[in-house]
C-alpha cells in the first residue's frame, strides 16, 4: 500500500459572544498496513478529555479567551450520565443559583430546583451558544508527558472511524468526572443471588418492581431517594443504612449555603443541626445515625453531601420502608445482615456510587491524581498539576465546583499563554529577520557575481 499524508487545518470552537478566530492545529492522517486501523495526529494547543458538565465549562471558559482547544468523548453525546443513567425523577439537589455553569444563567422562569430534563435542556443551549463541538466516541488509551518535547501524547481511539488518534498538547484537561464507572462492594455470596442485580445507574422508575421486595443498598442521595421512588410504586423496600448520615430538607441545605458565604461553617452547622433535628426528631431509633462532624464541615472537608429527604424519612417512621445494617453475606435470594436477620429479596440496586477512571489511562499524572483516580491536594487547590495537567470537576463539589474549576483552569493557561507569548513573538522576529538577512546576502552574491 502506498503511505501518503494528508494535512488539513482543525479549527476552534468559537464563542458566540466573542467570535474567537479560527485557530488551525494540524492535523495528520497516516494508513498503514499493519491493520485495517487509520492513524491520526493532531497537534493542538488544550486537549480536554470528557464533555460531560465539566469539560463543557472549561471548553466555554476558554472559548471566551479565545483559546483554541479540543474535546474528546468516549460516548456518543454530551453529559451521557445525566442523559442516560439518571432516574427519571432526579432533581438537582441545590438550588439554581448554586448549579450555573459559568458565563450562562438559566432562564428566568426556571424553577428554583432543576429536574434532569430542564439539566439536559440547559446543557444543550450551554453546547450550542459556545459552540462545543466534542470529537464523540472516541475513547483515551493512554497519556503521558514527553520530557524531552515538554509536551502530552496522547493515544485515543475514535471508534466512529475506526482510527487510532494520536494527540500533541501543551496542555491537558482531565474531565471525565468521578462519576466515570460504576462502584458495586464486595459482598461474599453476591454472584450466588438469584434475582436481579442492578447499579443505581441503570435504575429508572419503580413502575415495574410493585409488590417486589427490594433491597436498596446504599444511603446517599440517590439510594435514599430510589427507596422512596420504590416504595411509592408499591415496592416492599428495604435500604441498607451503614454509615451516620446528615438528613435535611433541601431548604436547609439552600440557607446553610446561602450563610456559609459570610458566616464560619461550624456555626452554620449549629443552626443545620438544630433546625433538622425539630424537623425530624431524633433519627437513631430508626437506624440514622448523625456524624459528629457538621453538614457543612463534612462536605468541605471530605466531599460527603447531607441527604436531602424527599419523604423517605417519613416513610421509614411509618414502618413502610424498613433499615437495615450492613450485609454479611448473600445465599441464593436470602441476605443475610451483621444482626444475623435474613429476609428474601427479588432485586438488589446497588446506589454505592461511582468512581474515576482517570488513574487508568494517565500515566505521569502523580503530581494530581492518587491511585483512586481523584485530586491529591485539597480543595481549592486540587485542580493543577505539574506540566501543563488539569483536573475539573474531580473535587467533589458539585456543579459550583465545577465553575470554580473551570474558571480557574482557563485562566492559568491564558497566563501561561500570554507570559510565552512575547517569547514566541520574540523568537519569530529573531528567525524573520534571519531569513531577510541570509536572504539579501544571497541576493548581494548573485548580484556580485552577475556583474564580475
Excluded at 488539513?8 to 478566530?21: E, G, L, N, T
Excluded at 465549562?57 to 476558554?62: K, M
Amino acid at each position: 500500500m502506498k503511505h501518503t499524508s494528508i494535512y488539513m487545518p482543525i479549527y476552534a470552537s468559537k464563542d458566540s459572544s466573542s467570535k474567537q478566530a479560527n485557530t488551525p492545529a494540524y492535523h495528520c492522517t497516516h494508513p498503514t498496513t499493519l491493520s485495517t486501523l487509520l492513524f491520526e495526529m493532531e497537534n493542538v494547543v488544550v486537549l480536554i478529555i470528557g464533555a460531560g458538565p465539566a469539560g463543557l465549562a472549561t471548553a466555554a471558559c476558554l472559548s471566551r479567551f479565545s483559546i483554541p482547544y479540543v474535546i474528546v468523548e468516549r460516548e456518543s453525546c454530551s453529559a451521557s450520565l445525566w442523559r442516560n443513567r439518571a432516574y427519571d425523577r432526579l432533581k438537582l439537589h441545590l438550588a439554581k443559583e448554586f448549579c450555573e455553569l459559568p458565563h450562562m444563567s438559566y432562564p428566568l422562569d426556571a424553577p428554583t430546583y432543576i429536574p434532569k430534563t430542564l439539566f439536559v435542556k440547559y446543557l444543550d443551549d450551554y453546547v450550542e451558544r459556545f459552540n462545543i463541538q466534542a470529537k464523540y466516541l472516541t475513547s483515551v488509551e493512554s497519556s503521558t508527558f514527553d520530557n524531552d518535547e515538554k509536551c502530552w501524547s496522547i493515544v485515543a481511539h475514535d471508534m466512529a472511524k475506526s482510527t487510532i488518534v494520536r494527540f500533541t498538547t501543551k496542555f491537558l484537561v482531565v474531565a471525565s468526572g468521578e462519576n466515570s464507572a460504576e462502584n458495586i462492594p464486595m459482598i461474599p455470596g453476591l454472584q450466588s443471588f438469584s434475582g436481579d442485580v442492578i447499579h443505581s445507574s441503570s435504575y429508572k422508575s419503580g413502575k415495574s418492581y410493585s409488590g417486589m421486595n427490594v433491597l436498596v443498598v446504599g444511603s446517599g442521595n440517590s439510594g435514599m431517594e430510589i427507596a422512596y421512588d420504590l416504595a411509592a410504586h408499591g415496592a416492599n423496600t428495604t435500604v441498607v443504612i451503614r454509615s451516620p448520615i446528615h438528613v435535611m430538607t433541601k431548604e436547609l441545605i439552600r440557607l446553610g449555603m446561602t450563610l456559609a458565604r459570610r458566616l464560619p461553617l461550624n456555626l452554620v452547622d449549629n443552626l443545620l443541626v438544630m433546625a433538622a433535628n425539630l424537623r425530624f426528631g431524633d433519627l437513631s431509633r430508626y437506624g440514622i445515625r448523625r456524624p459528629k462532624m457538621g453538614p457543612m464541615t463534612l462536605k468541605s472537608k471530605t466531599g460527603r453531601s447531607a441527604v436531602i429527604d424527599v419523604g423517605t424519612v417519613g416513610l421509614i417512621k411509618k414502618g413502610i420502608i424498613k433499615v437495615q445494617g450492613s450485609i454479611s453475606k448473600i445465599m441464593g435470594d436470602i441476605v443475610e445482615f451483621q444482626c444475623s436477620k435474613k429476609i428474601s429479596f427479588d432485586v438488589i440496586v446497588f446506589a454505592t456510587g461511582y468512581k474515576s477512571t482517570a488513574n487508568i489511562w494517565l500515566k505521569n499524572g502523580e503530581s494530581m491524581l492518587n491511585g483512586n483516580g481523584l485530586p491529591i491536594k485539597e480543595y481549592p487547590n486540587h485542580w493543577k498539576g505539574e506540566n501543563g495537567l488539569y483536573c475539573a470537576g474531580l473535587g467533589r463539589r458539585g456543579l459550583a465546583g465545577i465553575a470554580a474549576d473551570a474558571k480557574n483552569i482557563a485562566n492559568d493557561i491564558k497566563s501561561v499563554i500570554d507570559i510565552l507569548s512575547p517569547f514566541m513573538k520574540s523568537s519569530f522576529l529573531f528567525l524573520f529577520l534571519l531569513s531577510f538577512s541570509f536572504f539579501f546576502f544571497f541576493l548581494s552574491c548573485s548580484f556580485f557575481f552577475l556583474n564580475a
